[in-house]
């Protein structure tokens, strides 16, 4: 799992959390927080972030081992 | 010829008579015109003499006869009685209603009760804060982050920020300002508190009561100069801004079958799209200083944040994933070093009743005067979550049922880092402090009802018998320690000299580290103490780990095992050091009998060793001085905002000002004053004014968080890249605070043009 140790192991993580911020920045944007709205997470944020979690859980296993 | 010193004297009486005249005059006008009232009056006056009663009786406390109970078994009447009427001002405004007279009594009260440290004591109070000057001093000389050395330079965020304040100002005598530290950092958790409090519950009676209790009730002692007293400042202001601003649109969640903790709270503030997307990224940049400056408060922020969505209080629903895995990424990889060595990290987790032991049991041991104090501080922790477990039954029971499950449900979120890790048992003690907010909160319900309730004698009596135990509780709960952690001038003056006389890289030997030593030479020295918590060693050759048995029955053992801490290498230098206040850190939490130092002292006096060690002794019963040198506040003035575009050219005189006197490197009082307050408002002030955002006391709180985050992130970027340089720290933020104040000027022009083009067009039409 050394692959983990650099840029290949952090800048997924990086770009999970941008893509997270993002969509946090486009919904304030464009308001869909409108009244009765029912807001649905989408599966690539879900996905996203699990893989995000799977890389840092596979992260400290290896500083651990 | 008339005396000029009689015609100075009779002008001066002349003047004090006319003054006093023209000010109660005025104080008539005012009364007559309604401007004033009496209860104003009232407040005033008992504050006033409070305060000045308090500080007349606490610059003369006896310490050196303090017991194991703390500052409380040496406090004077006199401090006793400016407190109460401090206290008393504070009921009398509450009564009223009067903002600025609750204001007045609140900030005397946080000065009462957390500057008593520092105007009783002559010298910065705790060694950790002394050691955290020198972690700053650390990154101030040496400009880079060196991530094996210790946990600090793994989370330097906050130290990078110090070091970069202590250079712009070219501040001289560093601790006796930093030990004002308690009462700014008091200050400023109001000011976020307030804010939530006002949208939370909405009744401006309740918020005050519970600001004035979080005072009261904040024995933590937390807020000395560390990262986790700033950053729970900047969790406040964040939790403040989410609740305030990103708060859900709709009052329930019926759909989604969480409605009974669904809350009650009006809409949020809705504001401009510019408004939201600007606190937005205001909120990313003080998450950023958190994760990268502490390692328990990203945790509480994540599960505090994710408790706010599930109430429905934040609609930002991905901020606790991203909290999570920000801190998991720090912690992975920018943390690494730390990490890898510290594989006890996360072994704890989930380990609830081992954690839960830690932090309770193993704390109850000490003299029989310390293990008082600890109950006393476990029974009012207790009795204040006892008193908001009634304020959430008032809140059922008057029908705001979902606020009072929301309130909780926030307030209890905190718990959760109770299964991450024991944190050196101060876990529990964190948590209390995290959640003190929340529970201020609902403890002020439980004591004069729910928003909107009639306050009556009733409710007014249980307030003052609750504030008189809490008031009486706090120098003993906030103070039990103090008698190991004050410490005289010569104690400071003692390690000064050792630091004179110890060539860089020798060994520094300390009793128990209870000394106000490591402000300096942070790295350049070998620190090492004899009883360092570890299990008590009875091998003489104990080497650089374990306790030192000070209880040895043998001397010449004793005096073996400390020559062997002390162990050197050729060429180098040991020096042993000794103090009072190690004495007193020892009586008071063990593990030997009462007097442990002095038979160390005469371990090592009576040895062979004791050619090659220097023992500095500084004892204090000898030499100590009545004369308390008690340093004048640097007092920020109140944040005003000004005339439109008087604020904009003060602001860029100001940041231009600073700059220059930085880069021309002016040294005088005068310039640490002006840069210590453009470092803590403009740049923040200046951005959050582009959108109108700094305004109120959650505005107040934003632009002192903003300023100081983007300092931080600048100064840390700096030293991960090896530029380090406060000079261009400041020039980039006199840029940011001047080309903010341009977007402002420009963007008023566009509004007040297109207003008046809009009244044209109307005056047209009806024309």
Known sequence: ?65 | MADPEVVSRSCGAWLGRWSAVSAWRSTEAALRGGVLTHADLTVAILTIIGVVVWWESSIAVPLLAMTDIGLASVLPPGTWVGILLVSAAFVVALKSGRTPGIVLSIVATVLVLHGLGVVAEPEMRFDVAWRHIGIADYFRTRGQVDPELDAYQNWPAFFAFAAFVWEATGLRDLPAVLAWTPVVYNLLYLLPLIAIGHRIVGDRMLVWLAAWLFTVSNWIGQDYFSPQGWYVFIYLVVLAVLLSWFGEYRPGLPDSGRSHVASELEGPQVGTTNQRLALLAVVLVLTATIVSGHQLTPYALTVTTAAAVAVGWCRLRTLPISLMLATLLWTGYAAAAYVAGHPDTFSQLGSILSIFEQTVEKRLQGSPGHELIVRLRLLETAALWALAAIGVFRLVRAGHRRLALSLASVALSCFLLMALQSYGGEALMRIAFFALAFTALLVAVALIGPPGALVRFRELVSVILVGVLLLAAFPLTRYGNERMDWYTSDEVAGVDAMYRVAPAGSVLTSVTGGLPWRSKGYDDYDYRVLVDGNPISSAPGIGREGTVDMAAPDLAKLAEQVESRMARRPGQRSFLIVSRSQAADLDLLGPFPAGAQDRLIAAVTASTYSSWWGCMKTDMEAQARDVRQVEQPVVLRPLQIIALYRTSVLLSVLAVTVAVLVIADVQSSFRSVLTFLFLMIAPGLSLLDICGLARGWLGVALVVATSTSLATLVAMAQLYLGIWSPTGTVVVLALVTVAGQAVAVRGRRHADSAASSSANQRYGACS
């Open chain 1, 1 to 65: 799992m050394t692959v983990l140790e650099g840029p290949t192991g952090y800048l997924p993580v990086i770009a999970v959390l941008a893509l997270l911020i993002t969509r946090e920045f486009a919904r304030e944007l464009h308001h869909v927080a409108t009244p009765g709205e029912h807001r649905k997470w989408s599966a690539v944020t879900f996905s996203a972030a699990f893989v995000a979690i799977a890389i840092l859980a596979l992260r400290f296993g290896t500083l651990y081992a």
